[in-house]
């Protein structure tokens, strides 16, 4: 299907108002999209939210109160809505509102949307909202002028973004429906799998453009984007996958799933609702799973670290979201932590101290070839001053045990200091989430 064109003097057009700064590339993308239905797809730190504005900067005389009409700028994340309706704010004169699900925007009714829509011209919120507002009638896209999706790639399957296209948008195209929004996706990243082949690729690239109903756009020349965008040159570093000593993981495996079912044997013996109980159990396996990760992938000192960690987690905790758990419940659980962290401490002897020659302690398990090669890495650059260096891990609690590390060692070394930060839905109870530095 060919995405929608609507020629620019169509919509009475004023002169394009491009903003002074902008570079060609962003000019490029502008003009493209405002031609057509457009993903844009450049490198993060391109600028792809500037061309987003710009857009709705075009739009901006059909969207002025007390024009019925708004844009909708929709991201897949809470901390991003915040962060995109700055940047809109920032760029243009238009009353921006925004929207997530904190602000108890479920309850609210048609009416409350209508004022909503009265008051702001460009309406930013998370997708699950916007979907929500369709399914409910709040929201007709014969009234949105632009639709601006954050990070299109993910529209597929039953994300909200595929749900939003297909449920409303094409439904609106097949019935000869031609007030529909211009759409507008930005992505770093078009492509979701990994290992494919350049067939798939392409037929990815090509259900996405078919669901958004729309072309992609990207600047065809790096030496352009080079000139403003500083580029990575990957290094790739191999290690030997060695694991700790298979005794030492086979007794603390033992050990610790004796604990997980001392404790939750003794739950039985409290006072405890079903789903409190279940709540208990259910935190106690999280909190196992985690230190036999750390145990297998980055070693018995970084275990130690993280059932220390999770012993003085308190209820504010950002790691352990105690939901339904009561006190005497949340001790079970730290007490679990606790002991396991006792149970692991005696692989060390009074006095052992971690760095001091690290290739003995990947021997005796204490970390692992991976965390050993993550050192060396770093140490590498240890002469430079003021440098800054991203770590990305997969999990949160890893990125919490790398700092006890590398504030243990980094300062033998060198002058650098060392903090993990995650993300805000970082809790045992869900998922981890991919981002620590």
């Given at each position: 299907?060919?995405p ?12 394009a ?12 993308a502008?003009?493209?999209a ?7 797809f ?9 061309i987003?504005?710009m857009?709705?900067r ?13 844009a ?19 760029h ?17 009714d048609?009416?409350?949307w209508?004022q909503?829509?009265?008051?702001h ?19 007709k ?11 299109c ?17 094409h439904?609106?195209?097949g ?10 996706g ?5 492509i979701?799998?990994k290992?494919a ?10 259900e996405?453009?078919n669901i ?17 965008i ?8 191999v ?7 298979d ?8 050990e ?9 044997l ?13 709540s208990?159990c259910?935190?106690?396996s ?13 070693g ?9 960690f999770?012993?003085?987690?308190d209820?504010d905790?950002?790691f ?16 679990f ?9 005696n ?11 690290t290739e ?13 090669c ?38 033998r070394?060198?002058?650098w200091?060392t903090?993990?930060i ?9 998922p ?6």
């Open positions: 299907m060919e929608v064109s609507l020629d620019i003097d169509t919509i009475q057009q004023p002169p108002d491009p903003l002074p700064f902008a570079r060609s590339y962003q000019l490029e502008l003009e493209k405002l031609k057509q239905n457009t993903i844009v450049l490198e993060t730190g391109s600028g792809k939210t500037l987003a504005t857009l709705l075009s739009y901006a005389h059909l969207l002025r109160k007390p024009s019925r009409f708004i909708v700028f929709l991201v897949p994340e809470v901390l991003l809505a915040s962060q995109q309706a700055g940047a809109v704010r920032m243009t004169d238009m009353n921006v509102g925004v929207y997530w699900g904190d602000m108890g925007v479920d309850f609210w048609a009416a409350t209508k909503e829509i009265l008051k011209e460009v309406l930013v919120m998370t997708h699950q909202i916007f979907l929500n507002g369709l399914r409910h009638g709040y929201f896209l014969d009234l949105i002028k632009v639709l601006i999706f954050d990070e790639h993910h529209a597929r399957g039953n994300h909200p973004y595929a749900c939003i296209m297909t449920e409303f948008f439904r609106e195209l019935s000869g429906h031609h007030d529909l929004p211009r759409i507008f930005m992505t770093a990243s078009l979701k799998s290992g082949n350049s067939e798939s690729y392409r037929q990815q690239i090509c996405l453009e958004m109903n729309s072309k992609v756009h990207t600047c065809d020349s790096e030496t352009v984007l080079a000139k403003f500083p580029f990575s040159t990957p290094k790739f570093l290690y030997e996958h060695m694991k700790i000593p005794d030492v993981f086979a007794y603390l495996k033992n610790l799933g004796n604990l997980k079912a001392k404790h939750e003794f739950l039985e013996k409290l006072d405890l609702s079903e789903r409190a109980a279940e208990v259910s935190k106690i999280k909190v196992h799973s985690h230190l036999m990760f750390c145990l297998g992938e980055l018995v000192w970084l275990a130690l670290q993280a059932a220390q999770l012993s003085h987690s209820s905790s950002e352990i979201a105690w939901g339904r758990v009561d006190v005497a419940g949340e001790t079970i659980v730290k007490k932590c606790w002991d396991a962290s006792l149970v692991i401490s692989f060390f002897s009074a006095g052992c101290c971690i760095g001091d020659n003995a302690d990947v021997g005796a398990g204490h970390i692992t070839e991976k965390v050993l993550l050192i060396k890495s770093l140490l590498l650059y240890r002469d430079l001053k003021d440098m800054r260096c991203i770590v990305f891990v997969e999990r949160v609690i890893t990125a919490v045990v790398l700092e006890s590390l590398l504030r243990e060692l980094l300062p070394h060198s002058g200091k903090k993990y995650a993300g805000n839905n970082s809790g045992f109870a869900i981890d989430t991919p981002y620590a530095k």
